[in-house]
């Protein structure tokens, strides 16, 4: 960062990335200082974030500028989860975004560190169970503890603490994320309402490949054999669409999804539930 007395220099790089602990201010110091500001939640591989920074430029508009947020969270890793191996590479990332075209420039990527013991950075979140771990956290309530919250205790609180640092430290009008993970948007939706955040939250559809597999950076851990068997996923959504289409009733939309998952080998069935996100 640069000193107090100084402003953050920034090139108008259209996908620069840059490591501060405050990337408004930042922001702020540039010549063509933002109206409106979007914010886009890319983490990941941002063959996704893509979309959601097309989305993020067109709310924008022209005088606007969009930051994406490139950070693999530690705090919404359980014990024996995938973090240290979870698919990151902020160079690549940062490529992709800046390769992406006219619809998509960025105007700062902020990739903040992750603090480990001897190191001496400006970190965003210690790892979970560190001596000097956050002590202040966002409790999710009771939107945490059911379906992905009761497979994953605690995710949902690590997911939460995160996005209000980030939007504390990047102030967007709008932020941006993916409807593929219904229930984290739920949660930020109810978190930015319960505590008054002055920000516009966003959805953008889930994005899938060609064969209907919803992007992700776990993806890259499927074997052929269990990539077809994920697809068993976006089959049963459709069952059940169709289902509802036909004038079905709840239980037969459940029914006709989960006979889907429930007939393809390699899958085991954690949850199929219909709900209403009001």
Same mark, same amino acid.
């Given at each position: 960062?640069?000193?107090?007395?100084?402003?953050? #220099?920034?090139?108008?790089?259209?996908?620069?990335?840059?490591?501060?602990?405050?990337?408004?201010?930042?922001?702020?110091? *540039?010549?063509?200082?933002?109206?409106?500001?979007?914010?886009? !939640?890319?983490? +990941?591989?941002?063959?996704?974030?893509?979309?959601?920074?097309?989305?993020?430029?067109?709310?924008?508009?022209?005088?606007? #500028?969009?930051?994406?947020?490139?950070?693999?969270?530690?705090?919404?890793?359980?014990?024996?989860?995938?973090?240290? !191996?979870?698919?990151?590479?902020?160079?690549?990332?940062?490529?992709?975004?800046?390769? =992406?075209?006219?619809?998509?420039?960025?105007?700062?990527?902020?990739?903040?560190?992750?603090?480990?013991?001897? #190191?001496?950075?400006?970190?965003?979140? !210690?790892?979970?169970? =560190?001596?000097? +771990?956050?002590?202040?956290?966002?409790?999710?309530? !009771?939107?945490?503890?059911?379906?992905?919250?009761?497979?994953?205790? +605690?995710?949902?609180?690590?997911?939460?603490?995160?996005?209000?640092?980030?939007?504390?430290?990047?102030?967007?009008?709008? =932020?941006?994320?993916?409807?593929?993970?219904? #229930?984290?948007?739920?949660?930020?939706?109810?978190?930015?309402?319960?505590?008054?955040?002055?920000?516009?939250?966003?959805?953008?559809?889930?994005?899938?490949?060609?064969?209907?597999? =919803? *992007?992700?950076?776990?993806?890259?851990?499927?074997?052929?054999?269990?990539?077809?068997?994920?697809?068993?996923?976006?089959?049963?959504?459709?069952?059940?669409?169709?289902?509802?289409?036909?004038?079905?009733?709840?239980?037969?939309?459940?029914?006709?999804?989960?006979?889907?998952?429930?007939?393809?080998? +390699?899958?085991?069935?954690?949850?199929?539930?219909?709900?209403?996100?009001?």
């Amino acid at each position: 960062p640069a000193p107090a007395d100084q402003p953050e #220099q920034l090139e108008p790089d259209p996908a620069h990335a840059v490591e501060v602990p405050r990337p408004r201010r930042a922001l702020q110091h *540039r010549p063509d200082a933002p109206r409106r500001h979007p914010h886009d !939640r890319a983490v +990941g591989r941002a063959q996704v974030g893509v979309e959601l920074v097309r989305r993020a430029r067109a709310e924008a508009g022209p005088d606007g #500028q969009v930051v994406v947020t490139d950070f693999v969270n530690p705090l919404q890793f359980g014990p024996g989860e995938d973090y240290e !191996r979870y698919p990151r590479d902020v160079a690549a990332d940062v490529a992709l975004l800046a390769a =992406a075209g006219p619809d998509a420039v960025v105007a700062v990527v902020f990739a903040p560190a992750v603090l480990r013991r001897g #190191q001496q950075l400006s970190a965003l979140v !210690r790892p979970l169970g =560190a001596a000097d +771990g956050p002590s202040a956290r966002v409790t999710s309530g !009771r939107i945490g503890t059911v379906l992905e919250g009761a497979s994953r205790p +605690g995710h949902f609180d690590g997911v939460l603490t995160v996005v209000l640092k980030l939007l504390h430290l990047v102030r967007p009008d709008v =932020a941006v994320f993916g409807a593929k993970d219904a #229930q984290q948007l739920l949660a930020v939706r109810r978190m930015v309402a319960d505590l008054d955040l002055d920000v516009e939250v966003l959805a953008v559809e889930t994005v899938r490949e060609a064969d209907g597999l =919803a *992007r992700s950076s776990r993806n890259a851990y499927l074997t052929p054999a269990e990539h077809e068997h994920a697809l068993a996923l976006s089959r049963a959504l459709r069952a059940g669409r169709d289902a509802a289409a036909a004038g079905e009733g709840a239980p037969s939309v459940l029914a006709a999804a989960r006979g889907i998952l429930e007939a393809t080998d +390699g899958v085991d069935v954690d949850y199929v539930v219909l709900v209403d996100p009001a």
